[in-house]
């Protein structure tokens, strides 16, 4: 079974940083678009970051040169480091994956969520 457990998050000043991490296991990231969503309080789930099957990688508009999304397939972790953080970064960040990068458009699509983490930026 494709299992997904998300780590990291906390609360931390504007500005600051945060290193979310995503260890999966039931799946070979060569198969899977791995990567986040968030969801802040009373909006809708939203894509920020994937790695598509073929190494592709993707950001939102709003965190593109500040998120940097990797993974470290030997230990089939996924990370997700945040800078220059704001406080409408402060949502719940799901890791999510699913056979096609094309499901980052909207959440519905995706096939495995983990637990998510909670990031709250305070100014």
């Known amino acids: 079974d494709v299992q997904l457990q998300a780590s990291g998050g906390g609360l931390v000043t504007v500005g600051g940083s945060l290193r979310l991490s995503c260890a999966a296991s039931g799946f070979s990231f060569d198969d899977y678009a791995i990567g986040w969503f968030r969801q802040a309080p009373g909006k809708e789930r939203e894509g920020v970051s994937y790695?598509?099957?073929?190494?592709?990688?993707y950001y939102a508009h709003s965190v593109k040169g500040r998120f940097t999304i990797s993974s470290d397939n030997a230990k089939n972790t996924l990370y997700l480091q945040m800078n220059s953080l704001k406080s409408e970064d402060t949502a719940v960040y799901y890791c999510?994956?699913?056979?096609?990068?094309?499901?980052?458009?909207?959440?519905?699509?995706?096939?495995?969520w983990g637990q998510g983490t909670l990031v709250t930026v305070s100014s």
């Open positions: 790695i598509n099957n073929d190494g592709r990688i």
């Open positions: 999510a994956a699913d056979r096609s990068g094309s499901s980052w458009a909207n959440a519905n699509w995706i096939a495995h």
